[in-house]
Antibody, heavy 119, light 111 residues
Framework: QVQLQESGPGLVKPSGTLSLTCAVSGGSISSSNWWSWVRQPPGKGLEWIGEIYHSGSTNYNPSLKSRVTISVDKSKNQFSLKLSSVTAADTAVYYC????????????WGKGTTVTVSS | QSVLTQPPSVSGAPGQRVTISCTGS?????????VHWYQQLPGTAPKLLIYGNSNRPSGVPDRFSGSKSGTSASLAITGLQAEDEADYYCQSYDSSLSSQVFGGGTKLTVL
């Protein structure tokens, strides 16, 4: 079955760029699914960041759109998140997830990776 | 402030039935967008519990059920078990925000 694994630096300096990758195993990123990023600040709820299709089409949360870029690398079967101009408010656990577009739900999730924004 | 409103907490004794509400508006649930539910056990990633308002993925016990009416949706858990103690989130799409949205989450305590 499909598994997702997030990776990237656990510490990012304020005003810097957060970069994470989600490796897809057990299936192809070129399948008819979308791929999403979701984050969860400490002690808080879930926030949708955005999504990408293997064609490169993207949708972003309007509240983050000016700072977010999601890209796909089909040769490596992975997709990535870049969040620029980070502040302490971007400190969170970041999850990647597979999106089933028939009903739009996230059926497979990575374990998550903690990113702290601090100098 | 989430556009989907959930009670911060609910509780119940083992064996009892509890419900968790998810209240939206005419731009999300009321507009006909589907509602999905996730369970998040402490320290773990969210897990899909209900999709498309009332459908259970394979492996999810039939003690969990979902429904939707008007601008609200509900998750019901019957035969409450200690292992059900977790945070629960609803999710839908909001056309005014042009974004997927989550409820604020509900912490279920099994007494």
């Amino acid at each position: 079955q499909v598994q997702l694994q997030e990776s990237g630096p656990g510490l990012v300096k304020p005003s810097g760029t957060l970069s994470l990758t989600c490796a897809v195993s057990g299936g192809s990123i070129s399948s008819s699914n979308w791929w999403s990023w979701v984050r969860q600040p400490p002690g808080k709820g879930l926030e949708w960041i955005g999504e990408i299709y293997h064609s490169g089409s993207t949708n972003y949360n309007p509240s983050l759109k000016s700072r977010v870029t999601i890209s796909v690398d089909k040769s490596k079967n992975q997709f990535s998140l870049k969040l620029s101009s980070v502040t302490a408010a971007d400190t969170a656990v970041y999850y990647c997830a597979r999106v089933k577009k028939d009903y739009y739900y996230m059926d497979v999730w990575g374990k998550g990776t903690t990113v702290t924004v601090s100098s | 402030q989430s556009v989907l409103t959930q009670p911060p907490s609910v509780s119940g004794a083992p064996g009892q039935r509890v419900t968790i509400s998810c209240t939206g508006s005419s731009s999300n649930i009321g507009a006909g967008y589907d509602v999905h539910w996730y369970q998040q056990l402490p320290g773990t990633a969210p897990k899909l519990l209900i999709y498309g308002n009332s459908n259970r993925p394979s492996g999810v016990p039939d003690r969990f059920s979902g429904s939707k009416s008007g601008t609200s949706a509900s998750l019901a858990i019957t035969g409450l078990q200690a292992e059900d103690e977790a945070d629960y989130y609803c999710q839908s799409y909001d056309s005014s925000l042009s974004s997927q949205v989550f409820g604020g989450g509900t912490k279920l305590t099994v007494l």
